[in-house]
């Protein structure tokens, strides 16, 4: 898939579920070898993923013909303790931007360059 690194091995900073869920927002009708692929996953592991966020709320999906397409509860408040009364909103808010915006570089996007 284009502009997507490549696999990265040691820690990330995001969850696998957060890579999914910010794939789906993207796109309510990506298909599970589309987000596989977008969020460099198997296909098994994005179907486990969904059906956790699925169980716990945070995901639905609707059977459109041979497609699904996903609806994401916003106002659903994440599970760790200590991210108590944000929502999906807000994480998503902070995770999904338009492509175009992420070859942008940082002057020209108006965000703050990290200083050291």
Known sequence: MDGVP?????????TNH??????IADNHSARIRDIAAHCRLTERAVQKIIA?????GYLSHTRE????????????VLRHPAEAGLT????LSLLVEDEA?????????GRPHATT
């Not at 013909?65 to 659903?76: A, H």
């Not at 999906?88 to 994480?91: H, N, R």
């Open 18 to 23: 957060a890579r999914v869920l910010a794939a």
């Open 6 to 14: 490549e696999p990265h091995t040691g820690w990330t900073f995001l």
């Open 52 to 56: 956790d966020l699925e169980r716990d």
């Open 88 to 91: 999906v909103a807000s994480l």
């Open 65 to 76: 013909g041979r497609s699904n397409t996903y609806r994401i509860d916003p106002g659903k």
């Open 101 to 109: 915006d992420r070859a942008t570089t940082p002057s020209e996007s």
